[in-house]
């Protein structure tokens, strides 16, 4: 059974850093693409970052490029979202997601697995 386990959300002060991961059991990583996604509250999902089977491939939403470093261990099959430089409005439930392959890296009807989210507020 393929599920995926997000975990590292929390309360941090505008300025600061969290460190989320994705923990994927019942497949590889290095066969499976993953994208990081958030939904605040009245809003709709949208894509934060992606990394590719291989880690070749990543990319970020223009508001969160620079700050925020996506990247894969393989030897614990999880993805990790560094997110750094942090703000008010990165207030969201994270999610992170899976596809063999993936045509849209942004949208969330190209995956078909999905973690339960974990909470994130930025806030003083």
């Known amino acids: 059974q393929l599920q995926l386990v997000e975990s590292g959300g929390g309360l941090v002060q505008p300025g600061g850093s969290l460190r989320l991961s994705c923990a994927a059991s019942?497949?590889?990583?290095?066969?499976?693409?993953i994208g990081w996604f958030r939904q605040a509250p009245g809003k709709e999902r949208e894509g934060v970052s992606y990394?590719?089977?291989?880690?070749?491939?990543?990319y970020y939403a223009d508001s969160v490029k620079g700050r925020f470093t996506i990247f894969t261990d393989n030897a614990k099959n999880t993805v990790y979202l560094q997110m750094n430089s942090m703000k008010p409005e990165d207030t969201a439930v994270y999610y992170c997601?899976?596809?063999?392959?993936?045509?849209?890296?942004?949208?969330?009807?190209?995956?078909?697995?999905w973690g339960q989210g974990t909470q994130v507020t930025v806030s003083s």
């Open positions: 019942g497949f590889t990583l290095d066969r499976y693409a």
């Open positions: 990394i590719s089977s291989s880690g070749g491939s990543t």
């Open positions: 997601a899976a596809r063999m392959r993936v045509s849209v890296w942004y949208a969330p009807r190209s995956y078909d697995y």
